[in-house]
């Protein structure tokens, strides 16, 4: 099997949609859901469905004061992160690249050390900094989770961490300077990344590296979970045939060994991001089907967007969104063709509700498991008079 394409034999499998700096609330809802599982003799494993990195979500009261004190809870918890951020290391204004600022250009003035920006800096500053230090600590927790558990807990590879390592972002470009100045890198290569992406010099952070190596695909018996899905293109190309599908699985690989530039992972058109409305699966539930007997497996599970009960476009900035709507957005659902693709994304950076799937291989069995109750129940399923 290709390298970044993990197979799991286990006959539960429980998984959780995009993370996105939450990492201390996914694995606290995930351990009392491993507990009711142990208890009752399970055999599972536990999948997170990429998007570790880039934090958009707030504290209820965001208030300056609350995002204060949730980074030196986080700090109290985590002595890497507390080091990292009294040690006086200098970190990047993420101004340097900004054309808005550009007396900034080819200068490092704008730099401050972490405590400043935490207690005297700019609303901006202050917000960008309590979200790196959320990704701080996901990356962490996450890794060692994983390290500890490598046959049980699986984390696939996201849009947003490519963004990341590529560098030159189109995502929280204030909190990703700053995350990298506090996993240790200057503010010359930061910049470096950043504006021209080096994601060798990068990778020599141990977490970033464990990043970089995360699977884009797991199959179990019956199911692919990856983070986005197939684009249109890509079904087109594979059509039934499951040795164009073990090609393109090498293809991943080599593409991944180029490089986060590689065009395979162009965001919005690859298969971390399929953006584009001609890859909108709710109008043309056909190519899930397509891209599952390629696989050979009954289900597709995916994470990345809370929108995919909806046609591409109308919906995604919320505005035109009604009540009913919304809370279509924070529910895993069993989508067409034939309740056959699982949506995992219930809107967590928008202070969604979290959730879990959890899946019988074999079976036609899909439920939810969600955190404010921890109790199980049946997913919601999608019908219209086209199923």
Same mark, same amino acid.
């Given at each position: 099997?290709?390298?970044?394409?993990?197979?799991?034999?286990? !006959?539960?499998?429980?998984?959780?949609?995009?993370?996105?700096?939450?990492?201390?609330? *996914?694995?606290?809802?995930?351990?009392?859901?491993?507990?009711?599982?142990?208890?009752?003799?399970?055999?599972?494993a536990?999948?997170?469905?990429g998007d570790?990195?880039d934090?958009?979500?707030?504290?209820?009261?965001?208030?300056d004061?609350?995002?204060? +004190?949730?980074?030196?809870?986080?700090?109290?918890?985590?002595p890497? @992160?507390?080091?990292?951020?009294?040690?006086?290391?200098?970190?990047v204004?993420? /101004?340097?690249?900004?054309?808005? &600022?550009?007396? &900034?250009?080819g200068?490092?003035?704008?730099?401050?050390?972490?405590?400043?920006?935490?207690?005297?800096?700019?609303?901006?500053?202050?917000?960008?900094?309590?979200?790196?230090?959320?990704?701080?600590?996901?990356?962490k927790?996450?890794?060692?989770?994983?390290?500890?558990?490598?046959?049980?807990?699986?984390?696939?590879?996201? +849009?947003?961490?490519?963004?990341?390592l /590529?560098?030159?972002?189109?995502?929280?470009?204030?909190?990703?300077?700053?995350?990298?100045?506090?996993?240790?890198?200057?503010?010359?290569?930061?910049?470096?990344?950043?504006?021209?992406?080096?994601? $060798?010099?990068?990778?020599r952070?141990?977490?970033?590296? #464990? @990043? +970089?190596?995360?699977?884009? @695909?797991?199959?179990?018996?019956?199911?692919?979970?990856?983070?986005?899905?197939?684009?249109?293109?890509?079904?087109? !190309?594979?059509?039934?045939?499951?040795?164009?599908?073990?090609?393109?699985? /090498?293809?991943?690989?080599?593409? /991944?060994h180029?490089?986060? =530039?590689?065009?395979?992972?162009?965001?919005?058109?690859?298969?971390?991001?399929?953006?584009?409305?001609? =890859?909108? #699966?709710?109008?043309?539930?056909?190519?899930?089907?397509?891209?599952?007997?390629?696989?050979r497996?009954?289900?597709?599970? *995916?994470?990345?967007?809370?929108?995919?009960?909806?046609?591409?476009?109308?919906?995604?900035?919320?505005? $035109?969104?009604?009540?009913?709507? !919304?809370?279509?957005?924070?529910?895993?659902?069993?989508?067409?063709?034939?309740?056959?693709l699982?949506?995992?994304?219930? $809107?967590? !950076?928008?202070?969604?509700?979290?959730w879990?799937?959890?899946?019988?291989t074999?079976?036609?069995?899909?439920?939810? #498991?969600?955190? #404010?109750?921890?109790?199980?129940?049946?997913?919601?399923?999608?019908?219209?008079?086209?199923?």
């Amino acid at each position: 099997m290709a390298e970044f394409t993990h197979i799991l034999h286990h !006959k539960v499998i429980y998984s959780t949609g995009d993370t996105h700096g939450q990492g201390r609330r *996914v694995l606290a809802f995930l351990d009392k859901v491993k507990a009711h599982s142990e208890a009752v003799g399970e055999h599972a494993a536990f999948i997170q469905l990429g998007d570790l990195c880039d934090a958009f979500s707030f504290p209820e009261d965001d208030s300056d004061d609350a995002l204060r +004190n949730d980074v030196f809870d986080r700090m109290s918890r985590i002595p890497e @992160l507390s080091l990292a951020m009294r040690d006086g290391r200098q970190l990047v204004d993420w /101004r340097l690249d900004n054309p808005k &600022y550009d007396y &900034y250009k080819g200068s490092l003035r704008g730099t401050h050390d972490a405590m400043y920006l935490l207690e005297a800096g700019e609303r901006d500053q202050l917000v960008a900094i309590y979200q790196a230090g959320k990704c701080f600590e996901t990356l962490k927790l996450f890794c060692e989770r994983q390290k500890a558990n490598p046959e049980q807990f699986y984390v696939v590879f996201g +849009n947003h961490d490519a963004d990341l390592l /590529r560098g030159k972002s189109d995502y929280g470009r204030q909190q990703k300077y700053l995350l990298l100045g506090l996993l240790g890198f200057s503010p010359d290569e930061v910049v470096a990344h950043m504006t021209k992406g080096t994601t $060798n010099v990068i990778l020599r952070a141990p977490w970033l590296a #464990w @990043l +970089n190596q995360r699977p884009h @695909l797991l199959l179990s018996r019956d199911t692919a979970y990856m983070h986005g899905g197939p684009t249109t293109a890509l079904v087109q !190309k594979l059509g039934h045939d499951h040795r164009a599908f073990r090609r393109w699985l /090498r293809r991943a690989d080599f593409a /991944r060994h180029e490089g986060w =530039n590689h065009p395979l992972f162009k965001e919005h058109f690859s298969f971390l991001s399929p953006d584009g409305a001609p =890859n909108d #699966w709710l109008r043309h539930p056909e190519r899930i089907a397509s891209f599952c007997q390629a696989a050979r497996v009954r289900y597709l599970a *995916v994470g990345h967007s809370p929108f995919l009960d909806f046609e591409k476009g109308p919906l995604l900035d919320l505005k $035109n969104a009604s009540a009913e709507d !919304k809370s279509l957005f924070v529910t895993p659902a069993l989508l067409p063709p034939d309740r056959r693709l699982i949506k995992h994304d219930t $809107n967590l !950076k928008r202070s969604g509700k979290l959730w879990a799937c959890r899946h019988e291989t074999g079976s036609a069995l899909w439920t939810a #498991w969600d955190e #404010w109750t921890c109790s199980e129940s049946t997913m919601r399923k999608w019908t219209d008079d086209t199923e």
